[in-house]
């Protein structure tokens, strides 16, 4: 069962994520939420993923405020959400400042493709634990498929795509959960 954060608390594991996460911070949130402090299920961790997905802003940054206040109130959100930011903004400060000076550097800007691959690998590694704990049902498969074509192969903008298959998902989800219940299984 997943403890419950201080305040205190919220900003460190935060502040660790926001330090550690160089390329995308959300295979660390989910490392540090759901592994190491176990403030979240998996399950807990995938249905607020989905939810920071339908917010505008960042993930990690929606997913914070949700911890923070679930756990602590407006107070938690905002520690959470200032651990989170604190080090990459003062990061990108020093970082914009030294950028500027070497910009034209070819050596930097072939670190800059390296940092770039990492990172896209690290997006692929956590999509890949999110799909392997995902539910197992055919409907669920089909989602995923339309969402991933419709955005990749189609390239329809994020939102719309967002827009046309959430009320879906929902409905069959219900529908799933309903079915499952009348048999007398639990969800």
């Known amino acids: 069962m997943p403890c419950i954060p201080n305040r205190r ?3 460190a ?3 660790k994520t926001g330090i550690s996460g160089f390329g995308g911070v959300l295979p660390h949130a989910r490392r540090m939420l759901v592994d190491d402090r176990r403030w979240l299920t998996d399950r807990q961790f995938t249905e607020l993923l989905s939810l920071g997905q339908t917010l505008p802003g960042p993930n990690i940054v929606n997913i914070s405020i ?5 756990f602590q109130g407006w107070q938690g959100s905002v520690c959470a959400i200032s651990g989170l930011m604190l080090a990459p903004l003062v990061i990108v400060l020093v970082l914009a ?4 000076h070497f910009a034209q550097s070819p050596i930097l800007n072939h670190a800059l493709i390296g940092v770039a691959a990492a990172a896209a690998g690290l997006i692929l ?3 890949a634990k999110l799909a392997v704990k995902m539910d197992r049902s055919v409907w669920s498969a089909v989602i995923m498929l339309m969402a991933f074509l419709a955005v990749i192969w189609l390239h329809l903008p994020l939102f719309g795509v967002l827009f046309a298959l959430a009320p879906i998902s929902i409905v069959l989800g219900w529908l799933s959960v309903r079915r499952e219940r009348q048999r007398g299984e639990t969800p």
């Open 66 to 70: 949700v911890i923070g206040a679930r």
């Open 13 to 15: 594991g935060f502040f």
């Open 125 to 127: 590694a956590t999509s």
């Open 9 to 11: 608390q919220l900003f």
């Open 97 to 100: 400042n030294i950028y500027d």
